[in-house]
């Protein structure tokens, strides 16, 4: 197995494959808008926001990577935890989906000397360590899903890693 083989294993664990974690396709099922928006203490971010920040940050790279232009970022890794304008919980899901699918397609699209080269010029850290990386991200927050969801009381232990 090649290293994009790897990355690509983890970008479908991540999404809709559970292995040695809980994936996101179970984290949120069953999952209705209320409980995805409930907040549990100050300072808190809610699983809609969680996946709001997993959406910003997942295709903010995906554009890096496939050379499309971004707009400088406004605000602070803070602010990528709220709702964009007008966007409903089944559309903050769908998107979330969108973006790891596309990532699937520009992995399996990419050369090895797209994964040797460096995310930004003048940057050190190349595309493979990167998206290593944004991998980690992703089942860090969705291990946060599940926690929130066992202390909302909303999650079923048939959705774990079997």
């Given at each position: 197995?090649?290293?994009?083989?790897v990355?690509?294993?983890?970008?479908?664990?991540?999404?809709?494959?559970?292995?040695?974690?809980v994936?996101?396709?179970?984290?949120?099922?069953?999952?209705?808008?209320e409980?995805?928006?409930?907040k549990?203490?100050?300072?808190?971010n809610?699983?809609?926001?969680?996946?709001?920040?997993?959406?910003?940050?997942?295709?903010?790279?995906?554009?890096?990577?496939?050379?499309?232009?971004?707009?400088?970022?406004?605000?602070?890794?803070?602010?990528?935890?709220?709702?964009?304008?007008?966007a409903?919980?089944?559309?903050?899901?769908?998107?979330f989906y969108?973006?790891?699918?596309?990532?699937?397609v520009a992995?399996?699209?990419?050369?090895?000397?797209?994964?040797?080269?460096?995310v930004?010029?003048?940057?050190?850290?190349?595309?493979?360590?990167?998206?290593?990386?944004?991998?980690?991200?992703n089942?860090?927050?969705i291990?946060q899903?599940?926690?929130?969801r066992?202390?909302?009381?909303?999650?079923?232990?048939?959705?774990?890693?079997?």
């Amino acid at each position: 197995m090649g290293r994009k083989d790897v990355l690509l294993n983890q970008i479908q664990a991540c999404n809709n494959v559970n292995g040695w974690f809980v994936s996101f396709e179970n984290s949120i099922k069953g999952l209705t808008a209320e409980e995805a928006a409930e907040k549990h203490g100050e300072g808190t971010n809610s699983i809609r926001e969680i996946v709001n920040h997993l959406n910003f940050w997942n295709e903010r790279y995906l554009h890096r990577f496939l050379r499309i232009p971004e707009e400088s970022m406004d605000g602070n890794n803070d602010t990528t935890f709220h709702d964009p304008a007008d966007a409903d919980w089944d559309t903050t899901v769908n998107r979330f989906y969108s973006i790891m699918d596309r990532w699937s397609v520009a992995l399996k699209e990419a050369s090895d000397r797209k994964l040797d080269s460096p995310v930004q010029e003048n940057d050190e850290e190349q595309w493979e360590s990167t998206l290593a990386n944004l991998t980690i991200h992703n089942a860090y927050h969705i291990g946060q899903i599940v926690t929130i969801r066992k202390i909302q009381g909303t999650w079923n232990p048939a959705e774990g890693v079997h």
